[in-house]
């Protein structure tokens, strides 16, 4: 039985083989960890496979999805509550210039802000304004990406209780890699927003 971090190593490494090749899992893992969990899972990584998981990230994702997640693997974030709101602020409207207000989309910026502030920063960060420059000014995986890691900053049983009621493969995901780390917080959320238990769904 693989612990946490083996088998984030685990899901991420199938699903960047390039037969079975699943940017959307691949994303959603790395993009819902911790900086201290990627850098353990990817000590894992490299013992078990022989690879960098920067390698693999480098062969298989394009474009600024790649570069979002390299940035955000290989950054280390702080991860304490302290939040220094005059960055905050000055992130927020860095982030609104970005997106909004230009021609295009500075894509640099949002890789920025979103891979080396803390969890606690981005939530101070968001507001309706940044979730609108997402949804309208970036697509694909590099939406996905900046909305897992976005949603994980804020409340993260949420987030894997509303990825749970996708498909049963998300559904597989979640009970592996969570149980032992927040489950009883994404059964909570999961009720909250389905108004049905987690064994109803699984039965």
Same mark, same amino acid.
């Given at each position: 039985m693989h612990d946490p971090p083996g088998r984030d190593a685990m899901i991420v490494r199938q699903a960047l083989r390039k037969d079975l090749l699943n940017l959307e899992t691949a994303t959603e893992v790395i993009c819902s960890?911790?900086?201290?969990?990627?850098?353990?899972?990817?000590?894992?990584?490299?013992?078990?496979?022989g690879v960098h998981l920067e390698h693999d990230i480098e062969l298989r994702a394009?474009?600024?999805?790649? *570069?979002?997640?390299? +940035?955000?693997?290989?950054?280390?974030?702080? !991860?304490?509550? =302290?939040?220094?709101?005059?960055?905050? !602020?000055?992130?927020? *409207?860095?982030?609104?210039?970005?997106? !909004?207000?230009r021609w295009?989309?500075? !894509? *640099?910026?949002?890789?920025?802000?979103?891979? =080396?502030?803390? +969890?606690?920063?981005?939530?101070?960060?968001d507001s309706p304004l940044s979730r609108h420059a997402i949804k309208n000014e970036t697509s694909g995986q590099? =939406?996905?990406?900046?909305?897992?890691?976005?949603?994980?900053? =804020?409340?993260?049983?949420?987030?894997?209780?509303?990825?749970?009621?996708?498909?049963?493969?998300?559904?597989?995901?979640?009970?592996?890699t969570r149980t032992e780390i927040d489950m009883q917080y994404i059964k909570a959320e999961y009720r909250k927003e389905y108004k049905k238990t987690l064994n109803d769904a699984v039965n």
């Open positions: 960890r911790t900086s201290s969990q990627i850098q353990v899972f990817k000590q894992h990584y490299y013992a078990k496979y394009s474009g600024d999805h790649k *570069k979002l997640l390299l +940035a955000y693997v290989s950054t280390p974030r702080y !991860e304490g509550r =302290e939040v220094d709101r005059a960055m905050a !602020e000055k992130d927020a *409207k860095a982030l609104y210039k970005a997106g !909004e207000k295009g989309t500075d !894509e *640099k910026t949002f890789i920025r802000v979103f891979c =080396e502030r803390s +969890a606690a920063h981005l939530t101070a960060v590099f =939406e996905h990406a900046l909305k897992t890691i976005l949603q994980c900053s =804020e409340n993260p049983a949420k987030h894997f209780a509303k990825l749970w009621g996708h498909n049963d493969s998300a559904l597989i995901r979640v009970i592996v």
